[in-house]
């Protein structure tokens, strides 16, 4: 088949979450100006540039506030901070209950039974049960040109101004030990 997507694809479902996989899922948390903390698991995510090492996450725009943003992106343009917590097929149960969508003051990451870590530059929490953590800075969004207002992307870059890694999926070689670290990632529809 073939399709032009401003003309709608003629399934059941749209595929494009589908024709994009596997996709790292980006499970970002981050704190708001009162210092709430915030969890949520982003798949429109991945590294974009090695050095500096940098990552973008893109979140879509809706009627949970009135702002129509969601927590993440709000709290970050205003702390201008964020940590990437990799996500595994252990904590996997955990990340999708932390995309329930909350009200912005319920901490979704005590909600998961997540235990939060300090971080060592930023200020937003690491989760311990995750075994990578990038504390980044902010670098700048950029919103998507969009048709609808329910079609609005922000996507969000940030620099990884820190990398924790457990010491345990480092190998004798000094390569990382990917079969022990179980990534695990989105494929299409809920999969
Ligand atoms: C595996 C998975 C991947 C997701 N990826 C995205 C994404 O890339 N962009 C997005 O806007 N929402 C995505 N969501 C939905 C958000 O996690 C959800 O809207 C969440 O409530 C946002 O939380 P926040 O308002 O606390 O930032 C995803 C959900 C799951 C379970």
Redesign the pocket.
Known sequence: MFYEPKDGHGLPKNPFNSLVVPRP?GW?SSLDGDGNV????????NGVAYNPPTVM????H?Q?EDDGM????RNILETGEFVQNFSTWDTRAA??D?????AKSVD?LAEAGLTPIASTLVKPPRIMESPIHFECKLVGTYDLPNTTDNNK?TVVFGEAIGVHIADDLIMENGQIDIAKLHPIA?MGYQD
């Open positions: 899922i970002i915030n969890l949520a698991p982003y798949s429109f995510f996450f893109s979140s879509g809706g949970v969601k927590d993440s992106l990340m999708n932390t995309s329930a969508t909350t979704e992307y989105r």
